[in-house]
């Protein structure tokens, strides 16, 4: 399996549930993908969010990927490179790599 962790621009949703709304639509965009494991959305106190993608393998993982860059781009979304928020054409990863552990799912 491998996973890639990236930033992640739910919008400038004003509830939690509006973000988790928008968190769901992409997990089930997700889902379609051949050799889509799991999709997670993490949210800090801060409202900055973070994805966390599993594929079966590297392949179905940039296919995935590039799902991700394209959902976030149609909703004009933008992807934060340190402090500074840009908007941006690809998806910026935070890691990306083979599972070496897993346990649960």
Do not use: Y
Not at 11 to 39: E, I, K, M, N
Not at 77 to 89: D, H, K, N
């Amino acid at each position: 399996m491998h996973a890639s962790l990236f930033n992640l621009d739910l919008g400038s949703c004003a509830t939690t549930s509006d973000r988790a709304r928008h968190g769901r639509a992409l997990g089930a965009a997700l889902a379609t993908s051949p050799g889509f494991v799991a999709f997670i959305a993490l949210e800090a106190k801060d409202g900055t969010a973070t994805g966390l993608c599993v594929c079966v393998d590297e392949q179905a993982l940039e296919s995935v990927r590039q799902v991700v860059a394209e959902w976030q781009r149609g909703r004009s979304a933008q992807v934060t490179r340190g402090e500074e928020a840009v908007l941006s054409p690809e998806l910026q990863a935070l890691v990306t790599g083979e599972v070496i552990v897993q346990r649960g799912f």
